[in-house]
T-cell receptor, first 113, second 116 residues
Framework: SQELEQSPQSLIVQEGKNLTINCTSSKTLYGLYWYKQKYGEGLIFLMMLQKGGEEKSHEKITAKLDEKKQQSSLHITASQPSHAGIYLCGADLRGSTLGRLYFGRGTQLTVWP | DTEVTQTPKHLVMGMTNKKSLKCEQH?????MYWYKQKAKKPPELMFV???????INESVPSRFSPECPNSSLLNLHLHALQPEDSALYLC???????????????FGPGTRLTVL
């Protein structure tokens, strides 16, 4: 089973458009992390959310955590080609082995000029 | 120094070869991780070291042998691999296992391994 469901699987947007990626957990979240990955490269840490209702922003990327829904959303405002890549959510889940991070399947984002 | 480095960047090896992957961090982190990632799939946890001791082995075949000689260095020794072991191997670190939950894990750029 997939502990973290991420949607959509892929997203193609025109430059300047806004977009949202969702990540839903089947278990209670201790921490939710967003990473970005270019194909064949390592994961770049974007931000971490821990508390229900928490919202963090970095440049044009905003992430929110809805604790009741056990869901996080990543929102990109006025997308740019530099935003293209694979976005992965990762989570530390209640009841899991300490140190074990679960990942969603990723969202492939393409931004065309 | 706030990064995790991995060498080599690319590695091609035959099924009878012995090779090693190296991961290094100088952030004072005491938890280090090996992940395997196949194309279009999320990373899969292989091993976790905490304070230089193996904490988690996710039932990885013995042809993969991890080693943590000191708190800054993590190796993955490879022997008699199969073509299906071809993947991107990622190393990560966190201040500790507990802090990994608080602050997340920080990843290296990966080693692209091809087994012929």
């Amino acid at each position: 089973s997939q502990e973290l469901e991420q949607s959509p699987q892929s997203l193609i947007v025109q430059e300047g458009k806004n977009l949202t990626i969702n990540c839903t957990s089947s278990k209670t979240l201790y921490g939710l992390y967003w990473y970005k990955q270019k194909y064949g490269e390592g994961l770049i840490f974007l931000m971490m959310l821990q508390k229900g209702g928490e919202e963090k922003s970095h440049e044009k990327i905003t992430a929110k955590l809805d604790e009741k829904k056990q869901q996080s959303s990543l929102h990109i405002t006025a997308s740019q080609p530099s935003h293209a890549g694979i976005y992965l959510c990762g989570a530390d889940l209640r009841g899991s082995t300490l140190g074990r991070l679960y990942f969603g399947r990723g969202t492939q984002l393409t931004v065309w000029p | 120094d706030t990064e995790v480095t991995q060498t080599p960047k690319h590695l091609v090896m035959g099924m009878t070869n012995k090779k090693s992957l190296k991961c290094e961090q100088h952030m004072g982190h005491r938890a280090m991780y090996w992940y395997k990632q196949k194309a279009k799939k999320p990373p899969e946890l292989m091993f976790v070291y905490s304070y230089e001791k193996l904490s988690i082995n996710e039932s990885v075949p013995s042809r993969f042998s991890p080693e943590c000689p000191n708190s800054s260095l993590l190796n993955l020794h490879l022997h008699a691999l199969q073509p299906e072991d071809s993947a991107l191997y990622l190393c990560a670190s966190s201040p500790s296992l507990e802090a990994g939950a608080l602050f997340g894990q920080f990843f290296g750029p990966g080693t692209r391994l091809t087994v012929l």
